[in-house]
């Protein structure tokens, strides 16, 4: 299995970015999938994750924010982020399977992808 995430880059606060994650060896389609960060000297973060039939959960700190989405024609799963913040720096991951409980961005999930770095500025 090989998760590759794009779409990371540099933007100023209050800015939009969306990434992307492409599978291989995997399918997304109706399991249990999402994404995390870790920042400099923190600890990894859920941030979002989706469910088989589309339902969302998001972390309260993104809430509002962020949406994650998924094309199953494309076996692609999404992140959009709005109203980026400083404290959104991160490394952001791609995650898939899951390891079963509950879908929410605190699951534990099986494969990882390398990970796409997502800078913001003030």
């Known amino acids: 299995v090989r998760l590759v995430e794009v779409g990371g880059g540099s933007v100023q606060s209050g800015g939009s970015l969306k990434l992307a994650c492409t599978a291989s060896?995997?399918?997304?389609?109706?399991?249990?999938n999402g994404w995390f960060r870790q920042a400099p000297g923190k600890e990894r973060e859920g941030v979002a994750t989706i469910e088989g039939d589309g339902r969302a959960t998001y972390a309260d700190s993104v809430k509002g924010r962020f949406t994650i989405s998924q094309d199953n024609t494309k076996n692609t799963l999404y992140l959009e982020m709005g109203r980026l913040e400083p404290e959104d720096t991160a490394k952001y991951y791609c995650?898939?399977?899951?390891?079963?409980?509950?879908?929410?961005?605190?699951?534990?999930?099986?494969?990882w992808g390398q990970g796409t770095q997502v800078t913001v500025s003030s």
């Open positions: 060896g995997y399918t997304f389609r109706g399991g249990c």
């Open positions: 995650v898939a399977g899951w390891r079963g409980g509950s879908c929410v961005p605190w699951a534990d999930f099986r494969f």
